[in-house]
């Protein structure tokens, strides 16, 4: 089934403006489908209202629209340019929203365009709740019991069928006034005795809380042959009640036997099936009960969203490239893997490694905000890591955000472990830390569970870093066996220096005279059953790195790592362009960042992509492996951001070219 | 915590990986393969179709979940040395009864971790599958001369006969659930439970003999179908069992088979059997179903597999008739299902039982019930 003909023309809705829960994972998206559309020779037709995107570049559509997303626009961009189809899977909710209206207002109709990537009836299947649990019901998987109440007696033997807690949702209230969540009888009371009256029918919808219980995303993909593969699978490390955007999560799933793991894909689909979602992907939230194991679907998008940026990045499946290819008529045994070239995209991606992303927020800019993490998301961006063990890679991923702070440490700690578990039990940005820090001074694996939910898996794994760092510290000598060994758990030269009493330098030195480096593994889909062709590497302490030499001369781009306030996409921009500009001139182009809802992070963007932490001892193994390998010319620093900025000096000093203008450094160099 | 890697494996071709003992010390010598699947490790240790291999886990973490009775596809672990990049300090799953270690030791099965396991199946990949050795303690000090020497005297696995030790040594049955729809005689060349769990959640009454078993006592109950199970060992050494086979053709019976068995079935045809390189080991895997076009993601275990032409309608060069390959492996096409055109008979090369795995390819356990049907229909004819 090759692709389809008669669709000559595509409009693709971007995403608009940045907003917490809908950031650069667009444009990368959106620049994958542009690109893949036009090398099949469809004529490309972009809107998009925000600017600083690659996509909204001339190079990427053929007719591209910087306007706002709204159904008049997008009504007079059809009238003018009269596409085929309209592909409203890749834009975000935003996208999907436009989608609907000009369904709604007859517009689709009118000009003859077919929705493509997904149909009207998949979007609305995904939105409505009730239908969407009926479908669920209706696949033989389960979601959460739930009753209607008109009286507080009626509430009341209500929540004795199911239990405290119990959330409680006043009917047809604006913005959920009057919802929240009743612990005992007397929170049930007071909530939903406020909720009755609040209410204008004197109704409450009380739900079986699934607060505390394992969270679980698929990321599935299915072709109009119904061929259906899961790409990835997400575990949530912050149990159900902290907004997956919001949460530390890790691919793949590392709690589940194989017999839980292939229920969930069982449901997941039936779901895609029943949902109707047949030329592209979707992705699945699940809640697991962690003492029966007793699953509920939580909720389905049918679109590309965070979480499949991240699952692309996280397995070297393209979410977004596939999406695009299969909404134009291939199916997925007609797509080759990118990173193998010889096999099909017809299979399940496999890791050999342990991914890890860990949000990025900017509580500190609002001082007045609520840290609490809840179900409506309050991060800004993120930063993912790939090491060989879940310890590797939250280690890592932790130090790529960049904050002080933000990785575990063994200095003094003014509290005890019991204010420490005290304030670990209410989620919070910084929640992680202040539980290692809880275990470091004495708390258990049951009592931080008590506290948090997070899997004992997990806590033991922060356990074994707070044992580890002590042998560390307490060791004789910083000799090769110790060295290793804090290398092969993830720890930095500056963790080691502060376990030691030493200064990062010298940590670094030492290790660097024991011929201490880490060698660099290969992403490739497949734990290496086929020889990977695409270079995309993370860092690990092992026996044997997959750096291949090269003859031409590189560049390396720093990237602008996680995006925060005032570092937005807008340097994963000028990075990217540097990149195409490097590679026109005859660079090799290497880039390196932590930012998995980027284009700098594309695969295909340069030459070689290195996923690591922008510190500068991540950034200088890069360097020292790929000097080994050929001649690295220099290091692009200036693109991005503060970010890329911050390491100048440290590189300099390490006596690595600086390319590009000096002065931007600080006058004491 | 800290301490040096004081175990190493060893590669016949001299490649050596050192790393930390787990599960039994000693050591131990096998075929060394690997194996991709992320979930499942219970259900790929306890496949008998691993007896004689050293199993690499590609996937880093292992144990996390423990052991449970339920997910045990024998009733021991099979592979002769386990290798992983960490084994769980702890086991975390509601279902989890005991620890990976302590089936490890109950087994008496030599580990070792902390190994870069990637480095080695890149090895693998490029070089083949190969005898290797664990050796941990005393003997991880020998001279690695003498350590290559050692597994280079072990028997390799091209023409190894193990359906034997894997075998059940008595024959017993399990009550299809529900409806019967019929009678299936298993030949127990490695089977797994899920197998058997398939065929009797589909109303299949069935009787499991020893690999050893001549037909008159295969065909005593007078079964409505014959089944030949996965197994480990190389398939040009069961002439015993392809004869077996060739008597069931002859007579008609409903026939189905995996893995060892579909090899089983390819020889009895009269189509050669050949080593791959590395084999097909995870649960990922591409295959499509060229009747239905549609393509199925299934779990693989194999390191033999069928040679015969994947296009087209051929002639049984064992003069079984016309045949033809049903199933293909898009990564590497190669044969995954066999089906005769002229008899009863299919087979496939990958696991539908999956356990551990996607039940995509789950339906031809249906076609089996199909199969018992449509035949009763034509004798009645």
């Given amino acids: ?669 | 915590m800290i301490r040096d890697k004081d175990s190493v494996l060893v590669l016949e071709d001299g490649y050596t990986f050192p790393g930390y003992s787990f599960g039994m010390g000693g050591s131990t010598l096998g075929e060394i393969v690997f194996a991709t699947g992320m979930s499942g490790y219970q259900e790929t240790l306890t496949d008998p179709s691993y007896a004689g291999q050293i199993v690499v886990q590609t996937a880093p973490h292992i144990g996390n979940t423990g052991m449970n009775d339920l997910d045990e596809e024998s009733d021991r672990i099979w592979v002769s040395g386990y290798v992983v990049k960490e084994i769980s300090r702890i086991d975390s799953n509601f279902r989890s009864e005991r620890s990976l270690e302590a089936d490890l030791l109950r087994d008496q099965v030599v580990g070792i971790a902390g190994l870069d396991t990637r480095a080695l199946t890149l090895h693998l990949r490029n070089l083949g599958v190969m005898r290797a050795g664990i050796f941990t303690g005393e003997e991880a000090h020998k001279p690695i001369s003498d350590l290559v020497e050692i597994v280079r005297a072990s028997e390799p696995m091209a023409g190894r006969s193990l359906s034997d030790v894997v075998s059940t040594k008595k024959t017993y049955k399990v009550s299809g659930q529900g409806e019967i729809q019929g009678k299936v005689a298993i030949l127990d060349l490695g089977i797994k439970r899920s197998t058997i769990e398939n065929m009797a959640a589909r109303g299949l009454d069935v009787i499991v003999y020893p690999a050893q078993v001549d037909v008159e006592t295969l065909l005593e109950e007078h079964p409505d179908a014959v089944f030949f199970s996965n197994g480990p060992g190389d398939p040009s050494t069961a002439d015993k069992q392809i004869l077996l086979l060739q008597e069931i053709l002859r007579r008609g019976i409903p026939f189905f088979g995996i893995c060892f068995g579909n090899q089983l079935l390819g020889r009895a045809l009269g189509f050669d059997t050949y080593k791959l390189a590395f084999g097909h080991r995870g649960i990922n895997q591409p295959v499509i179903d060229k009747r239905s076009g549609k393509v199925e993601v299934t779990a693989h275990n194999h390191g033999f597999a069928v040679k015969m032409d994947s296009q087209g309608v051929i002639e049984s060069p064992a003069g079984f008739g016309k045949v033809q390959v049903s199933h293909l492996c898009l990564n590497d096409n190669v044969v995954e299902g066999i089906e005769c055109l002229d008899l009863p008979a299919y087979s496939v090369q990958y696991h539908p039982e999956a356990a551990a795995g996607p039940h995509d390819a789950n339906y031809l356990f249906d076609r089996l019930v199909q199969l018992i049907e449509d035949t009763k229909m034509d004798k009645r004819k």
């Fill in chain 1, 1 to 669: 089934m090759p692709k389809r003909e008669d669709i000559k023309s595509v409009l693709v809705i971007g995403s608009g403006p940045i907003v917490i829960g809908q950031a650069c994972e667009f444009d990368y998206s959106g620049t994958q489908a542009c690109r893949v559309l036009r090398s099949e020779g469809v004529r490309v037709i972009l809107v998009n209202s925000n600017p600083a995107t690659i996509m909204t570049d001339p190079d990427f559509a053929d007719a591209t629209y910087i306007e706002p997303i709204t159904p008049q626009v997008i009504e007079a961009i059809i009238a003018k340019e009269r596409p085929d189809a309209i592909l409203p899977t890749l834009g975000g909710q935003t996208a999907l929203n436009a989608a609907i209206s000009l369904h709604e207002a007859g517009i689709l109709e009118k000009y003859n365009v077919e929705l493509i990537g997904a149909k009207v009836a998949a979007i609305k299947a995904g939105e409505d709740r009730q239908s969407f649990k009926e479908l669920v019901l209706r696949s033989g998987a389960d979601v959460a019991k739930s009753l209607i109440a008109h009286s507080l007696e009626d509430v009341l033997e209500g929540a004795r069928v199911l239990g405290y807690p119990v959330v409680v949702r006043p009917s047809f209230t604006m913005g959920g006034l009057g919802s929240g969540i009743a612990f005992n009888e007397e929170d049930l009371i007071r909530i939903a005795g406020a909720g009755l009256q609040a209410s204008p029918t004197t109704e409450v919808l009380l739900e079986e809380s699934i607060l505390g219980w394992k969270e679980y995303e698929l990321e599935l993909m299915r072709d109009k042959a119904d061929n259906t593969v899961v790409v990835c699978s997400i575990e949530n490390v912050d149990p159900v009640g902290v907004h997956t955007g919001d949460s530390i999560t890790v691919a793949p799933a590392l709690t589940l036997t194989d017999r839980e793991y292939q229920r969930l894909r069982d449901i997941g689909i039936d779901i895609i099936r029943a949902v109707g979602v047949d030329t592209g992907g979707c992705n699945i939230q699940f809640a697991v009960e962690p003492n029966t194991g007793r699953v509920i679907v939580i909720e389905m998008n049918p679109r590309v969203s965070r979480s499949s940026a991240l699952a692309s990045k996280a397995t070297g499946f393209p979410i977004a490239k596939i999406a695009a290819k299969l909404a134009i008529g291939y199916t997925l045994d007609e797509i080759p893997n990118d990173i193998t070239k010889v096999t099909p995209a017809s299979f399940e991606p496999t890791l050999d490694y342990v991914v890890v992303k860990v949000p990025r927020f900017a509580f500190e800019k609002f001082p007045a905000a609520d840290n609490t993490l809840t179900t409506t998301m309050k991060s800004v961006g993120e930063a993912m890591a790939i090491g060989r063990t879940f310890g590797q890679a939250l280690q890592k991923a932790l130090r790529s955000l960049e904050r002080r702070g933000s990785s575990f440490h063994w200095g003094e700690q003014p509290f005890s472990k019991d204010e420490l578990l005290e304030t670990s039990k209410k989620p919070t940005d910084g929640r992680i830390v202040t539980l290692q820090q809880a275990m470091r001074m004495g708390a258990t694996i049951e009592e931080a569970f008590e506290a948090t939910k997070i899997d004992p898996w997990f806590l033991e794994q922060i356990q074994y870093i707070n044992m580890a760092a002590n042998e560390i510290a307490n060791a004789d000598k910083l000799d090769s066996t110790v060295l290793t060994f804090a290398k092969e758990n993830g720890f930095s030269d500056q963790q080691i220096a502060q376990l030691r009493g030493e200064t990062e330098q010298t940590i670094r030195d030492t290790r660097h005279k024991l011929g201490i480096r880490p060698v660099f593994k290969t992403v490739d889909t497949c734990a290496g059953e086929f020889p990977a062709l695409t270079p995309y590497h993370y860092s690990s302490y092992e026996q044997q790195t997959e750096v291949r030499p090269s003859t031409d001369k590189k560049v390396i781009i720093i990237g602008s790592g996680p995006n925060r306030i005032g570092q937005g996409v807008e340097f994963d921009y000028s990075c990217v362009h540097a990149s195409f500009a490097l590679s026109d001139a005859g660079f090799e182009t290497i880039m390196i960042n932590c930012n998995p809802e980027t284009v700098s992070t594309d695969y295909d963007t340069s030459d070689r992509l290195y996923f690591e932490p922008l510190t500068l001892e991540d950034v200088l193994e890069v360097i020292h492996a790929e000097s080994q390998s050929g001649d690295v010319i220099g290091v692009v620093v200036q693109l991005g951001g503060q970010t890329a900025l911050g390491l100048a000096q440290g590189l300099a000093t390490a006596g690595i070219p600086i390319l590009g203008t000096l002065t931007l450094l600080k006058p004491s160099w």
